[in-house]
């Protein structure tokens, strides 16, 4: 069975602060998705890294894939209360398979 | 476009009782899937489908039933629900593609049986 293991499970920050979730499988996967989620609504897709060592940037969010595509790590620079949310990656590798979530809160 | 909607959005039943879960999408996707979220247990399959008339069981499809007559609608079937299926439900579509299947979500069903 294909697991995801996401770290840590909550984060509470202060604004400005940088963090780093990790997402961490013994699977190997073809490719890893990054969503997050806000208060009663739906995930919403970030990113997608398909190759290994891939790092992508979306403003103040960086994403890296492992070089085996085993292990993805999501790092927020200057966290802003905007940032606030719950951060779920997904690995596809015959179905998609989702991590339990990261709960980031970011106080001003 | 509307993308992924789903009804209702709050629902309470009583044990025993049964309902469906609507989801429509206007994306022309081929896959749609069903999850559950539960506290600390990320988003767990129920059903999926690759297209009209073709479903499969997920991670947790005990209790749940689906079918997929057209591409825009793909209904979820509680046959006698129980407490334990208190949760919320996402209803979700995606194209297939060298990208895995990135996910468009609809808004979610949160759902409590007594």
């Known amino acids: 069975t294909q697991l995801l293991e996401q770290s840590p499970q909550f984060l509470s920050i202060q604004e400005g602060e940088n963090l780093t979730v990790y997402c961490n499988s013994s699977?190997?996967?073809?490719?890893l998705q990054w969503y997050r989620q806000e208060p009663g609504e739906g995930p919403v897709l970030l990113v997608t890294?398909?190759?290994?060592?891939e790092v992508k940037k979306l403003k103040r969010l960086t994403f890296q894939f492992g070089d085996a595509r085993k292990d993805s790590s999501l790092h927020i620079t200057a966290a802003q209360p905007g940032d606030t949310g719950l951060y779920l990656c997904a690995g596809a590798g015959g179905k998609l398979i989702f991590g339990q979530g990261t709960e980031l809160s970011v106080k001003p | 476009n509307a993308g992924v909607t789903q009804t209702p959005k709050f629902q309470v039943l009583k044990t025993g009782q049964s309902m469906t879960l609507q989801c429509a999408q206007d994306m022309n996707h081929e896959y749609m899937s069903w999850y559950r979220q539960d506290p600390g247990m990320g988003l767990r399959l129920i059903h999926y489908?690759?297209?009209?008339?073709?479903?499969d069981q997920g991670e947790v499809p005990n209790g749940y039933n689906v079918s997929r007559s057209t591409t825009e609608d793909f209904p979820l079937r509680l046959l006698s629900a129980a407490p334990s299926q208190t949760s919320v439900y996402f209803c979700?579509?995606?194209?297939?593609?060298?990208?895995?299947?990135?996910?468009?979500f609809g808004p979610g069903t949160r759902l409590t049986v007594t």
């Open positions: 699977s190997v996967f073809s490719s």
């Open positions: 489908s690759v297209g009209a008339g073709i479903t």
């Open positions: 890294v398909v190759t290994g060592g």
């Open positions: 979700a579509s995606s194209y297939s593609g060298s990208r895995g299947y990135e996910q468009y």
